[in-house]
């Protein structure tokens, strides 16, 4: 079967556009574009509908970073965001994605390649497990600071900070 659809490296531009701004969301087109484009936090992979020649619309988007791993020694990967438009899932894009993200991984010579994913998203967790062979972290448990949070660490500071 052939793909009707092709990966590519995501704009500044595709982001904004294809990251729908809801309620909870704090990105904005301009903080995408500092952060990804100017000082490049993350990186950003787009499925295109179409092909090279007669691009469509995106329908799926990898978002990672690369982190550090003080038991392998090496870098890795981390993928933020993945988002597949449901119209399309169960036709590769997924598998194409995640391909390419372990080309990124296989060059960069990174360890592993991270994820979470939510507890409730059974196909999701079906998907990794069975098609990709991925393993569940079942003994790690996410934590997370924000905004006041982080703020508040300052009274942790040493006086030579």
Not at 4 to 28: H, L, P
Not at 80 to 106: I, M, N, Q, S
């Amino acid at each position: 079967m052939t793909a009707t659809y092709f990966v590519r490296a995501a704009t500044v531009e595709d982001v904004a556009t294809y990251e729908k701004a809801e309620d909870s969301v704090k990105a904005t087109p301009e903080l995408y574009r500092k952060n990804l484009f100017e000082t490049p936090y993350a990186h950003t992979l787009l499925a295109i509908a179409g092909s090279l020649e007669a691009p469509g619309k995106a329908i799926g988007l990898a978002m990672y970073f690369f982190n550090y791993s003080t038991w392998t020694g090496k870098p890795g990967l981390y993928l933020e965001d993945l988002f597949v438009d449901p119209t399309y899932r169960g036709k590769g894009v997924g598998k194409a994605l995640f391909a390419e993200l372990g080309k990124v991984a296989e060059e960069r010579d990174c360890a592993r390649i991270d994820w979470q994913v939510l507890k409730w998203n059974q196909p999701s967790i079906d998907f990794y497990e069975k098609t990709l062979g991925a393993t569940a972290m079942s003994e790690w448990m996410g934590m997370r600071l924000e905004g006041a949070q982080i703020q508040n660490l300052r009274k942790f500071r040493l006086a030579t900070s």
